[in-house]
């Protein structure tokens, strides 16, 4: 069973989708392939930021993740969390016209994440349009 609103936490080395409800909550971790402990180093004239370039495989395997949801609110420490919106809309149009807003979090835990969330996405449906009801005929 999937939820229509999700968050997710992304770093560079995992990515954490919690799937949610007001009473009903669904955590699915993704993990990179990509060996953390590796380093590039700048050298003083080389050309390149000396930083490793990002795990597209990660990024996919995460956008998949978040298919079947209907809004995602994408948070985490780094710039993980740009690159992974910047890869879909890129890569992946249907997703990334899901992601609702994109916010800096440190690294809280579990129920920190979804909470913020939680008032988050409250605050987000009270901006929005209200819908006329139409009478019945």
Same mark, same amino acid.
């Given at each position: 069973?999937?939820?229509?609103?999700?968050?997710?936490?992304?770093?560079?080395?995992? &990515? *954490?989708i919690?799937?949610?409800?007001?009473?009903?909550?669904?955590?699915?971790v993704?993990?990179?392939?990509?060996?953390?402990?590796?380093?590039?180093?700048?050298?003083?004239?080389?050309?390149?930021?000396?930083?490793?370039?990002?795990d *597209?495989?990660?990024?996919?395997?995460?956008?998949? +993740?978040?298919?079947?949801?209907?809004?995602?609110?994408?948070?985490?420490? +780094?710039? &993980?969390?740009?690159a992974?919106?910047?890869?879909?809309?890129?890569?992946?149009?249907?997703? &990334? &016209?899901?992601?609702?807003g994109?916010?800096?979090?440190?690294?809280?835990?579990?129920?920190?994440?979804?909470?913020?969330?939680?008032?988050?996405?409250?605050?987000?449906?009270?901006?929005?349009?209200q819908?006329?009801?139409?009478?019945?005929?």
């Open positions: 069973m999937h939820h229509f609103h999700a968050v997710l936490w992304i770093d560079h080395r995992e &990515a *954490k919690y799937e949610f409800s007001p009473d009903d909550l669904q955590k699915f993704i993990r990179s392939d990509s060996d953390p402990s590796r380093h590039l180093h700048h050298k003083s004239g080389s050309i390149g930021s000396g930083h490793a370039g990002e *597209k495989s990660f990024l996919a395997g995460v956008a998949k +993740g978040l298919e079947s949801v209907g809004e995602v609110l994408v948070v985490g420490p +780094g710039n &993980a969390k740009t992974f919106a910047d890869y879909v809309k890129s890569h992946d149009h249907a997703v &990334a &016209a899901k992601i609702v994109v916010e800096t979090v440190d690294h809280p835990t579990d129920g920190q994440v979804v909470a913020f969330a939680r008032k988050y996405f409250i605050s987000k449906d009270r901006m929005q349009p819908q006329a009801h139409s009478k019945p005929s």
